[in-house]
């Protein structure tokens, strides 16, 4: 199911959707970031539905409060940029930072530099601060072995530190200076040990970085290696992108070529790892409804997963839905680790859990977050039901509450839970309390913890 309303304020475009998150107007390569509480996507843009290839004439950046709701917040165009004019049609992949009160948008110039421009406001007015490349064709030429450059990736490391990543196939990092416009060191060279992408035993463009348990990962699309350093060696691991965690009208071309890796499930999965609220996820390109009948792959769209981590530092196959990220279904189960905030709690891998994850919550007032809770109309939910198991001390009980829009609750349930053996899980039926007559619309539905002690939580489901 994909429920979506774009719609025009003034000259700004919205959209409220789930997967895609923008669609049909050419969103792709998106890299998301969370800064000042707001989600920013910096992306590309597809010319149109009518494109035969990478026609891209400019560059965008899209905000959201909620994963939801999306406003365009600006628009970059390469002639306000340092490009020549015989690229002002290739306005490649992006990325964005945010840095002591000002936004650095890294653009490729098309398919062999890139450069940046500079703003106090993500909304702009943007401007480039060096009138020239910041990483040239000539520099990709002369290192060794060479790289295309192009597909810049802003990586802020632990202590602060900024990186710039990039390359096609030979991918190369290099510090930032504090002025975010300099390169404070040579570019190194990243090895990867034994990678494989959509063309085989190597990458691809499209590099990403990010850092998760003293973790780096080095990405390209939906592929992925790791190191315990930023400058690497890196190990390939695997792919984000599992076929059988994809719904069935999310997939898209040859499903059973071989080998496995050039099937079209796997292929321009160009995107971000990001996180916000103790959860990470995943954003990736999307050509499964693209418009553009006859070149998909030239009218992207955007689509958004949850991301979770085995106990090894792999990461377990991203779900790819029209349900997306942000929103959920009263009617069906709502998984614990899929939250959008969590305090004081921890998300981890359970062979007993539903989905192979659940979500553990340690002490009083310990809270789960599920923001728009879509309910089901002339359906109001009269019970909630709760998988859990806890050992050791218990918990003893759990507050659900269902809260308006506005933050005041309408609805409540408190759950007794019973001792169990800690193992496996359980489930328990608590009677909602309506504190309203009637509510139309979405909730908020928190889980709050109360009483000491620890118990883990699989799933809810409201009845």
């Known amino acids: 199911l994909i429920v979506a309303a774009v719609v025009l304020a003034g000259p700004v475009l919205q959209c409220m959707a789930m997967n895609p998150i923008v669609p049909n107007v050419g969103m792709a390569d998106p890299h998301v970031h969370f800064f000042n509480n707001t989600f920013y996507v910096f992306a590309t843009h597809d010319y149109s539905s009518n494109n035969t290839g990478f026609r891209m004439d400019n560059w965008w950046v899209w905000s959201s409060s909620d994963l939801v709701t999306w406003q365009q917040a600006s628009i970059v165009r390469p002639q306000d940029t340092c490009a020549d004019k015989s690229v002002w049609h290739e306005c490649w992949a992006t990325d964005g930072a945010f840095v002591n009160g000002s936004f650095y948008f890294y653009l490729s110039l098309g398919s062999t530099q890139v450069g940046l421009v500079t703003s106090n406001s993500a909304t702009g007015p943007w401007h480039d601060p060096l009138g020239k490349p910041l990483l040239s064709t000539a520099l990709g030429k002369s ?32 510090k930032l200076s504090p002025d975010m416009i300099s390169l404070a060191e040579s570019p190194r060279y990243l090895n990867i040990i034994n990678p494989t992408g959509p063309y085989g035993n190597k990458t691809d463009d499209k590099p990403f970085t990010h850092k998760h348990n003293d973790i780096y990962y080095l990405s390209w699309g939906c592929f992925y290696a790791t190191s315990s350093s930023v400058y690497g060696p890196y190990t390939y691991q695997g792919s984000v992108i599992d076929p059988a965690y994809i719904s069935p009208d999310f997939r898209i071309g040859n499903q059973t070529a071989e080998p496995w890796y050039t099937r079209d499930d796997y292929k321009d999965r160009h995107g971000s790892f990001f996180q916000a609220h103790g959860q990470w996820y995943f954003a990736t390109n999307d050509r499964s409804h693209s418009t553009d009948v006859n070149h998909s792959n030239a009218f992207r769209d955007t689509v958004i997963g949850y991301l979770h981590y085995y106990p090894n530092g792999t990461m377990a196959p991203v779900v790819i839905s029209g349900t997306g ?8 189960l709502i998984e614990a680790e899929n939250y959008f905030r969590l305090v004081d709690g921890t998300k981890m891998a359970d062979v007993q859990a539903s989905n192979g994850f659940a979500v553990t919550l340690t002490g009083e007032d310990t809270r789960i977050t599920y923001p728009n809770v879509k309910l089901v109309a002339k359906h109001w939910p009269k019970t909630v039901r709760v998988a859990y198991k806890q050992g050791g001390e218990p918990m003893r009980r759990l507050l659900v509450q269902l809260a308006a829009a506005q933050g005041a609750v309408i609805a409540t349930a408190s759950c007794v839970l ?40 699989d799933w809810l489901l409201l009845l």
């Open 143 to 174: 290192l060794n072995p060479p790289t295309t450059i192009r597909d810049p990736c802003v990586f802020q490391d632990d202590d602060g530190s900024y990186y710039i990543i990039f390359g096609t196939f030979e991918y190369y990092i290099a």
């Open 418 to 457: 019973d001792q169990t053996n800690g193992e496996e899980f359980q489930e328990v039926d608590c009677t909602m309390t309506k504190l309203v007559e009637e509510h139309i619309g979405s909730v908020d539905l928190s889980v709050v913890a109360q009483g000491a002690g620890t118990m883990t939580l």
């Open 325 to 332: 990220v942000g929103t959920y279904s009263s009617h069906t």
